[in-house]
C-alpha cells in the first residue's frame, strides 16, 4: 500500500514538470498566487528549478522511462500536452525563459473527479493584449460573460475546453469550471487563507531551498485524491488519512534513476490529529508484529500513556455502557495497533489491537460493556466473539484515526485483543 501511495505521489511530482512550460513565470513568494488556491487542495507541488527538472526528465532517463510505462501517467501526460501548447517556450520572448518556479494543485469534486488548477504569476513580463494575441493564434476563444477577462478556449481536434483566466497580474488555468471560478473568487477575498494560517507559514519556513519541488499533502483532503487512484479494494484503508495529521511538507530531489525525499508534519490546535494525540509518549515494545496477518499491507502501531483518556466521549461512553473507559485503559499494556488486509474489497478486512496488562481482566471489563450493551455473540471455545453494541467504540476511544472500525466485536489471542466489524472480520484475522 505504502508503494502505491508513494509511487501515485511521485507521478504527481513528474506531472507537474511536465506542466512547467505553462507555469513558467510564477514567483514563489508571491501571497495572491497562494491565495487563489481553494482551500481544498489536497496536494500542493511548487517546482523551484524547472529547467534543472526538465534536463533530468529527459526522455533518455531511467524515471521517464518507467513512468512512461504507467497507465495513470500517460492519462496526465496526454492532457497537459494540450496544454503544453498554450505557451510554448518557442513563441515567448526571451524575458519569459528565466528560471521561474511553477505551482500546481490538485482537488476532488463531490463527484469524487480529480480536477487540477494551475497558476502563472505573469510579474509583469505579460499584459492580456499579449496573452489574447498568443491564445487567439492557437485556440478558438469564447470569453465568459460572468467573468472579467476571463476565456473558455478550444481546440477543434480535441473538442476539449480550457478556462483561463487574468486578475491582478494572475493567469488562472484549469478544465473545471467550480474550481476556476472559486480560484478568482479567493484572489480578491478578505477572509484568512490557508497560506496565511501561522501553522502553515511555519511550514513553508521549514521546507528546504535547495531541492526540485516542495509538495504539501493536506491531510483533509487527502484521502478522497488517493482514493482517485486507488483500486477499490484499497480505498477503505486510506480513510484514517484525514485524521493523521494536517499538513505535511515533502523536499523532493530528483535524479537520473531515483527520487529522494524527506520533510515534515503539522498538527492542528484541536488536538484531535493522530500524531499530536501521541506526541511526547514514551516508546513501547511492540509485539504486535507477533499475531498480525501475514499479508497485512497496512500497519499503525503506537504507544499510549497509562493516564490516557479519551478527549470529549468519556460522559457518552459511560451513560450508554454504564463503564468508565478508564477501567478498560488501565488494563491496556502501552500498546495498540490498526491492522488492514485491504486484498479483497470489505469492511471485514480491518482491525484495531490492544495489548493487555492481563487479559482475564480485561475480558471481564469488556464482557461488562457488551453485556450492558446488548450485544451478542458468535462463536464457541476460543473464536468465541462478543459484540460491545455502541457505533464507533473504537474511534470514540482511540480518535478518527480509527474510524474504519465502526463496529465493536471482540475476541482475544494470547494477550492481544482485537476488535473488528463483524464475526466474519475476526475470522478473516
Not at 476539449?160 to 494572475?170: D, R, V, W
Not at 505535511?248 to 498538527?267: A, P, R, S
Not at 495489548?355 to 471455545?381: C, F, I
Request: proline share 3%.
Amino acid at each position: 500500500m505504502a508503494r502505491k501511495v508513494w509511487g501515485i505521489i511521485a507521478v504527481f511530482v513528474i506531472i507537474a514538470g511536465i506542466a512547467w512550460i505553462v507555469f513558467k513565470s510564477y514567483t514563489s513568494g508571491n501571497t495572491v498566487a497562494w491565495k487563489a488556491i481553494p482551500d481544498n487542495a489536497a496536494v500542493i507541488i511548487e517546482i523551484n528549478n524547472p529547467k534543472n527538472l526538465i534536463g533530468t526528465l529527459s526522455s533518455g532517463s531511467e524515471i521517464w522511462e518507467s513512468l512512461s510505462a504507467n497507465s495513470i501517467f500517460l492519462g496526465y501526460k496526454n492532457g497537459f500536452e494540450f496544454i503544453d501548447s498554450l505557451l510554448n517556450i518557442t513563441t515567448v520572448d526571451q524575458d519569459l525563459r528565466n528560471n521561474f518556479p511553477a505551482i500546481l494543485s490538485y482537488h476532488v469534486n463531490k463527484e469524487s473527479k480529480v480536477n487540477i488548477l494551475g497558476l502563472i504569476n505573469t510579474n509583469d513580463k505579460i499584459t492580456i493584449d499579449r496573452l489574447m494575441d498568443l491564445l487567439e493564434n492557437r485556440f478558438i476563444v469564447y470569453p465568459l460573460k460572468d467573468v472579467k477577462n476571463a476565456y473558455k478556449l478550444l481546440r477543434e481536434e480535441s473538442g476539449k475546453e480550457l478556462l483561463i483566466g487574468f486578475k491582478s497580474g494572475l493567469i488562472v488555468l484549469t478544465y473545471d469550471k467550480f474550481l476556476f471560478n472559486e480560484s478568482i473568487k479567493n484572489i480578491s477575498s478578505s477572509g484568512t487563507h490557508f497560506s496565511e494560517q501561522p501553522d502553515f507559514i511555519s511550514l513553508r519556513e521549514t521546507s528546504g531551498s535547495n531541492v526540485d519541488a516542495h509538495i504539501y499533502l493536506n491531510y483533509e483532503y487527502l484521502g478522497p485524491l488517493l482514493k482517485a487512484y486507488s483500486n477499490v479494494q484499497f480505498t477503505s484503508a486510506l480513510t484514517w488519512l484525514e485524521g493523521f495529521a494536517k499538513w505535511t511538507e515533502v523536499d523532493v530531489m530528483i535524479k537520473q534513476n531515483e527520487v529522494l525525499m524527506t520533510g515534515f508534519t503539522t498538527v492542528d490546535s484541536s488536538g484531535n490529529n493522530f500524531l499530536d494525540r501521541i506526541s511526547k509518549r514514551d516508546p513501547v515494545q511492540h509485539k504486535v508484529f507477533n499475531i498480525i496477518p501475514f499479508n497485512t499491507n497496512l500497519l499503525l502501531s503506537y504507544g499510549i500513556p497509562e493516564d490516557y483518556q479519551p478527549s470529549t466521549k468519556s460522559e457518552l461512553i459511560i451513560k450508554k455502557l454504564k463503564v468508565d473507559p478508564a477501567d478498560f485503559f488501565n488494563q491496556i499494556n502501552g500498546e495498540v495497533a490498526l491492522v488492514s488486509n485491504s486484498s479483497r474489497s470489505s469492511a471485514d478486512n480491518h482491525w484495531f489491537i490492544a495489548r493487555a496488562n492481563n487479559p482475564d481482566k480485561m475480558d471481564q471489563v469488556l464482557r461488562k460493556m457488551a453485556g450492558n450493551s446488548g450485544g451478542k455473540s458468535a462463536g464457541s471455545g476460543k473464536y468465541l466473539y462478543r459484540e460491545i453494541k455502541y457505533d464507533k467504540l473504537i474511534p470514540d476511544l482511540f480518535g478518527s484515526s480509527c474510524s474504519i472500525i465502526k463496529n465493536s466485536w471482540y475476541f482475544f489471542i494470547e494477550d492481544f485483543v482485537i476488535f473488528g466489524n463483524s464475526p466474519q472480520s475476526l475470522t478473516n484475522f
